[in-house]
């Protein structure tokens, strides 16, 4: 069945179930992750400001959403469930909103999954995960807050299950009165969050809880023969000293290097990942590695460890989750990215936080890394196209891409150099800086050899404000070259108040064939780009105040001395799906 005619008939389906979010009377703690305002955290939104509100990306009608929780698929339908305010556009009253999909990308919404009802989650139901147990029922597992004090409150670990298997849309959540699961024994009480989808093997399931012993991040393993019973390993799965807390870890196998095809989670793997979100810096950082099915631990192939780990994305992304599709068979990424905007301005336009595309992971064929694709079914909104090929940039050239909508886009490009001879010389005194520095030091309005080039999305008529996503090519001593792939939000809005940052990353590749290629979702306060096939991925949030509907525009351009071409460039007008 076509995916439209699919997301038409759960409208029809769903036409007598609530799609507002219900509102329950729960109270405030402090989380270590987000800043408590009990002046703002129950400010309802009178009017929903839409300027800055994305058209194509995940998000409820108004009100504040963060981690991205317990996504799974059961009878037909992809289920996703993700922290969110009933009551207001900042942090506070959390409860899991519930939405459905047949294709993730059309979503209706139905009433909160699970809402602080119990002693046990009295004062809160915190980020957890879904696993679908044999007999296909699925469980969902989530912190609870049973204490205000010590802050951020005392946690646990608990679980629901389905009211009635048989409905699709999974409805009404049951919490037994056997919880909590796991309280934190010999554990850091205030740090002890966030249980992972589990897994089975040697006659266990076991999966992984989050926390830290002072500066030291730590993922605790706990196996359980019944799923309620559950005992921590003697050792750590994994920790590394000076890192922090530990907050939403994940854990899965892969496939072979290169095959796109996902796996269970209690498959066996030729290579796993192990990601951890770093609270302290907001960074999502993963490793791939192997896993030891006696000791229960993890050992990465980069023994350098954390502060070398690997990001899904070099920008406004944080708290993931995968899981794992059996129809498409694939492993599927979703990723939560907060505003820029001050706690005033998300008060004022009565919303803040959206999910972003989900995306589909697999090995790298290098092994070194993962590549992230936006999933296909997002191409089912692509409207009036705009083709270009072998047009040439010299410096200072910027060409405008007309004929379709700019703040609401997908656009895929294909950039290609004839020499090396221009390449900059990387300096060595950079070293000590971060690819996100680097960008600073090195924005797209700083002439170069090779690049900058790329494009500038969200533009005003005057270039008065610009988000430019480009490539960057330097030439190290030991004659290799090192690509660096920027997003740059400093130019992106004339608000001077704004929190406009500057993103990077490099991009680990060949540039034997001189090629280098780029795609930006661009959906009116978020650039989502990926670099070379989905090596590199930055996300940045932005707040145009003249670049906005149709006053935006879309450039491609080079500022480096070396010609380059616009091999191919595609680009897409995107319709606005159905979104809750």
Known sequence: MD??????LIRVLLCCIPIIFNTFNGNGVVMASHKVNPNYQSVSAVKVKQVYRTAFHFQPKQHWINDPNAPMYYKGLYHFFCQYNPKGAVWGNIVWAHSVSTDMINWISLKPALVPSKWFDKYGCWSGSATILPGEKPVILYTGVIKEKPEPGYQVQNYAIPANYSDPYLQEWVKPDNNPILKPVQVNISSFRDPSTAWYNNGHWKMLVGSRHYSRGIAYLYRSKDFVRWTRARHPFNEKLGTGMWE???FYPLSSQGQRNGLDASASGTKYVFKVSLDET?????????YDL????????NTSGWTAGLRYDYGNFYASKTFFDPIKKRRILWGWANESSTKDEDVAKGWAGIQLIPRMVWLDPSGKQLLQW????????????KNLKNVKLNKGDIMEIKGITAAQADVDVTFTFSSFSKVEPYDKKWEKFSPQDLCGINGATVQGGLGPFGILA?????LEEYTPVFFRIFKTHDKNYKVLMCSDATPSSTNPNEYKPSFGGFVDMDLTNKTLCLRSLIDHSVVESFGEGGKTVITSRVYPELAVYGDAHLHVFNNGSETITVERLNAWSINAPIMN
């Open 3 to 8: 995916l439209q005619i699919q997301s038409k």
């Open 248 to 250: 939403c870890p994940d």
């Open 282 to 290: 907001r960074n999502e950082c993963y490793m791939i590695g192997e």
């Open 294 to 301: 006696v000791q229960d631990r993890f050992h990465p192939d």
């Open 374 to 385: 936006p999933i296909r079914e997002l191409e089912t909104l692509r409207g009036k196209k």
């Open 458 to 462: 969200l533009a005003s008529k005057n």
